[in-house]
C-alpha cells in the first residue's frame, strides 16, 4: 500500500451541492489498504512480475495478518454518535446530504392529506455478482511509450480518467474488455 500512497483519486462525479449547500466529502481511497481494510474485498496488494509463473510465486508469499476493527454495517447506526468511523475525514459517517423537491409544499401537501401512511422501508445490500475474475492485467511498452490494460469491465470511460488522473495520457492507453457479463 506504501508504494501507491502518491496516487491520486479521480475527481468524484457528484458536482451539484446538497442540502443548505452541503458538499460532497470525498476520502482519499488508496489504491491498496494501508494501515486498515475497510471492506471484504478491498484491495490489499498487486503482484508485478516478468512472466505468469513468477507472478504466481510472488503472490505465494503475500501474508496478511487481519485484526478485527470495531464495526457497523447498518446506515442509521453508522450516523449515531460514537459509531466506528470509516474515515476521519468524514465526521459521523455523512459524507452527502440531499434534497430534491420542494419540502414546504410537500409538508402542506401532507398536512391537507385526507389519510397519512407511515413506514419504514429498508433496502438491503444489493450487488451484482461477476461471473469473470475481478482481476486486471496491465503491460507497458517502453518503445512506444503505451500501455495495454485487459479488465473484466464495462467502465472503460471511468478506467481512461483513472489513468489520466494519475498523468497517464488515455490516448496512450489500450484498454481491452472481453466477455463481460450482463450489465445490470
Known amino acids: 500500500g506504501e508504494d501507491t500512497?502518491?496516487?491520486?483519486?479521480p475527481g468524484t462525479l457528484v458536482a451539484y451541492p446538497g442540502r443548505n449547500g452541503f458538499k460532497l466529502l470525498q476520502p482519499h481511497r488508496n489504491v491498496l489498504a494501508r494501515d486498515r481494510v475497510r471492506y471484504v474485498g478491498e484491495e490489499i496488494a498487486i503482484v508485478v512480475a516478468q512472466t505468469p509463473s513468477g507472478a504466481l510465486d510472488a503472490v505465494e508469499k503475500i501474508e496478511i495478518d487481519y485484526n478485527d476493527l470495531p464495526a457497523v454495517a447498518d446506515a442509521e447506526a453508522a450516523l449515531k454518535p460514537?459509531?466506528?468511523q470509516l474515515y476521519?475525514?468524514?465526521?459521523?459517517?455523512?459524507?452527502?446530504?440531499?434534497?430534491?423537491?420542494?419540502?414546504a409544499k410537500v409538508d402542506e401537501a401532507f398536512k391537507a392529506a385526507a389519510h397519512v401512511t407511515k413506514l419504514q422501508l429498508e433496502s438491503q445490500r444489493v450487488s451484482g455478482n461477476p461471473m469473470e475474475p475481478k482481476a486486471c492485467l496491465a503491460t507497458y511498452?517502453?518503445?512506444?511509450?503505451?500501455?495495454?490494460?485487459w479488465s473484466s469491465s464495462q467502465g472503460i470511460t471511468m478506467m481512461k480518467g483513472g489513468f489520466a488522473s494519475y498523468g497517464i495520457d488515455p490516448a496512450k492507453v489500450r484498454f481491452v474488455a472481453q466477455d463481460v457479463g450482463g450489465g445490470f
Open 5 to 9: 500512497a502518491h496516487f491520486k483519486n
Open 82 to 84: 460514537g459509531a466506528p
Open 88 to 103: 476521519p475525514e468524514i465526521p459521523g459517517n455523512l459524507c452527502f446530504d440531499f434534497d430534491y423537491g420542494d419540502e
Open 141 to 149: 511498452d517502453a518503445a512506444r511509450d503505451s500501455y495495454e490494460v
